[in-house]
T-cell receptor
Framework: GAVVSQHPSRVICKSGTSVKIECRSL??????MFWYRQFPKQSLMLMAT?????????EQGVEKDKFLINHASLTLSTLTVTSAHPEDSSFYIC????????????FGPGTRLTVL | GQNIDQPTEMTATEGAIVQINCTYQ??????LFWYQQHAGEAPTFLSY????GLEEKGRFSSFLSRSKGYSYLLLKELQMKDSASYLC??????????FGTGTRLQVFP
């Protein structure tokens, strides 16, 4: 149980285009999902907390107009990188909270974004 | 902000024991996780500590001291496949998980 999927796993796009990444909890309902970004050889940096049916909460320094988050249902959250630039190239990972006693977060497989 | 510190890199020999330390700020602490991450993959859950003491899971054990803001992950009988990054993550306040810098462990034959 507690499987989280992401799509696509890898995307290459041109500078100035927008890219949408989907995160799904496959066998549980997730009222809260999290979006992280990881640059090479660095740890995960929390970008935003996505709550079903309400606006996402962004971490300091993360542009909410550039990284649009929509938590449309209890099993789906999307991250759209708008007008992507080469510096947005990174590994984007989502996670979902099972809501159990330990509140363990389970991570999706990640999306490798390369902006040319 | 909440600083979570780990050593950047460690090396060890197959079959040995290695301890990876993690220190964190205690304000708002709600639990500590250890994750394993292989290159290019998402983190996988290893352990969770919320009370002081040692939690053992097979070859992996994790220890927590809340008063000292300190945890360690102990890996026994090291195998080559244990070469990975080990991430310490602290659960603060409600449901915000903050990750440490990660420790890259290289296991040699």
């Amino acid at each position: 149980g507690a499987v989280v999927s992401q799509h696509p796993s890898r995307v290459i796009c041109k500078s100035g285009t927008s890219v949408k990444i989907e995160c799904r909890s496959l066998d549980f309902q997730a009222t809260t999902m999290f979006w992280y970004r990881q640059f090479p050889k660095q740890s995960l940096m929390l970008m935003a907390t996505s709550n079903e049916g309400s606006k996402a909460t962004y971490e300091q320094g993360v542009e909410k107009d550039k990284f649009l988050i929509n938590h449309a249902s209890l099993t789906l959250s999307t991250l759209t990188v708008t007008s992507a630039h080469p510096e947005d190239s990174s590994f984007y990972i989502c996670s979902a909270n099972t809501g159990g006693v330990t509140d363990t977060q389970y991570f999706g497989p990640g999306t490798r974004l390369t902006v040319l | 902000g909440q600083n979570i510190d780990q050593p950047t890199e460690m090396t060890a020999t197959e079959g040995a024991i290695v301890q990876i330390n993690c220190t964190y700020q205690t304000s708002g602490f709600n639990g500590l996780f250890w994750y394993q991450q292989h290159a290019g993959e998402a983190p996988t859950f290893l352990s969770y500590n919320v009370l002081d003491g040692l939690e053992e899971k097979g070859r992996f054990s994790s220890f927590l001291s809340r008063s000292k803001g300190y945890s360690y992950l102990l890996l026994k009988e090291l195998q080559m496949k244990d070469s990975a990054s080990y991430l310490c993550a602290v659960f603060y306040n409600t449901d915000k998980l903050i990750f440490g810098t990660g420790t890259r462990l290289q296991v040699f034959p």
